[in-house]
């Protein structure tokens, strides 16, 4: 278990773009796959992107690809988000864990953060 923090959110235009950080506390992330999820209240939460933590393994939803980046540097792990529509608009959390074949599946994650909400309006 490691405790996770995401941050960079905030209120953009569409178009626009922001960078979400993912850090642990302990300093470990290097160690670990590493996913990234959103959900809007109402709605299941939903798989967004996710990067190995040996392989350089990356995935991303259909919804995201070609504007959204999961990228890593010392113990943190960024989402560069990039042409953000409105229904980009949720919290986004980071996870530790998988970024295996079943990526996609919040319950193959251990730790979470507590979210760092984006929103984008005009």
């Known amino acids: 278990q490691v405790t996770l923090t995401e941050s960079g959110g905030g209120l953009v235009r569409p178009g626009g773009s922001l960078r979400l950080s993912c850090t642990s506390s302990e300093g470990r992330l290097d160690n670990y796959p590493i996913g990234w999820f959103r959900q809007v209240p109402g709605k299941e939460r939903e798989a967004v992107s996710c990067i190995g933590s040996l392989d350089g393994t990356k995935h991303y939803a259909d919804s995201v690809k070609g504007r959204f980046a999961i990228s890593r540097g010392k113990n943190i792990v960024y989402l560069l988000m990039e042409s953000l529509k409105a229904e980009d608009t949720a919290v986004y959390y980071c996870?530790?864990?998988?970024?295996?074949?079943?990526?996609?599946?919040?319950?193959?994650?251990?730790?979470w953060g507590q979210g760092t909400q984006v929103t984008v309006a005009s």
């Open positions: 996870a530790t864990d998988s970024c295996g074949s079943t990526w996609w599946i919040g319950s193959d994650y251990g730790s």
